[in-house]
């Protein structure tokens, strides 16, 4: 086993033992042993922030990672307590707060083992922030999905710059369950439009959809209110080409039968 193994083992040891004799606040004071050099005191200092992350104690936590930067800024340990409170910002939901503090780290060590977790994070945060169901009561057109908008955008750049991450096959849900939101954001505001009797309104978000949302499963749909729309404005032409591409992608679809029904009324 290497020195660095060694050294990681020891230190949790000493805080476990400690933390464990003088309950569960002793980390918070414990004392420095004697005769560290300037890098072990630093990585003495993380290994409690450390342990204070993982057992929830977030404040402490930050303190801790706080003191490393601060006291220890030129030792390795200074950039995984930038991360650590980056982390402890996360746990807590305060995703703005953490999304600045990556960043930063960012910025800071670009050549850095952890920037793609720390790339990871920040898509991630705004993930967490899209609105849940509950916020998507309000009608179509009252939402407000620019949450989830960034949270598509934010996806998209890591999946870009890290295509083999181990955090891709993650992303990539997230990314499709974020994107089939919008999609269905636009499928609802055109129906709401083609409801009250503004065809053309309907065709132009549900063209923005088709060309920004397509492939997420509600293609079929579009291209037939699409048609439906057009047949409205008098545009037979183009009501002819949208049912066509319907019937000839997605034939087995429902809607492609009724499309070619209403083809041959035309």
């Excluded at 805080?15 to 464990?20: D, F, K, N, R, S």
């Excluded at 053309?200 to 920004?212: G, I, S, V």
Aim: hydrophobic share 40%.
């Amino acid at each position: 086993m290497r020195r660095e193994q060694y050294k990681q083992w020891f230190w949790v040891l000493v805080l476990v033992v400690g933390c464990a004799a003088a309950g569960p606040w002793a980390c918070r004071s414990a004392t420095m042993p004697d005769g560290l050099d300037y890098a072990d005191q630093a990585e003495f200092v993380y290994r409690q922030g450390e342990q204070a992350l993982e057992g929830g104690s977030y404040i402490e936590a930050t303190n801790q990672f706080n003191t490393v930067r601060n006291e220890y800024p030129y030792s390795r340990w200074a950039a995984k307590a930038s991360l650590g409170i980056a982390d402890a910002y996360f746990e807590q939901g305060q995703y703005a707060s953490a999304v600045q503090q990556y960043r930063g780290f960012m910025e800071l060590y670009p050549r850095h083992d952890k920037v793609e977790y720390a790339h990871w994070r920040v898509a991630l945060a705004f993930y967490e922030q899209m609105p849940s169901g509950f916020f998507l009561l309000p009608s179509p057109h009252e939402r407000d999905l620019s949450s989830t908008r960034d949270a598509v955008r934010e996806l998209e750049i890591f999946l870009r710059r890290f295509e083999g991450s181990e955090y891709a096959e993650e992303a990539t849900e997230k990314w499709r369950e974020a994107s089939q939101s919008l999609a269905t954001h636009e499928f609802e505001i055109a129906e709401f439009y083609y409801d009250r009797d503004n065809p053309q309104a309907a065709a132009n978000r549900l063209r923005y959809m088709l060309r920004n949302y397509s492939g997420l499963g509600l293609d079929a749909e579009a291209l037939f209110l699409l048609g439906k729309a057009y047949v409205d404005l008098e545009q037979t032409d183009r009501a002819r080409s949208v049912w066509n591409d319907l019937i000839n992608v997605h034939s087995t679809h429902p809607r492609a039968t009724e499309a070619e029904q209403r083809m041959s009324q035309l």
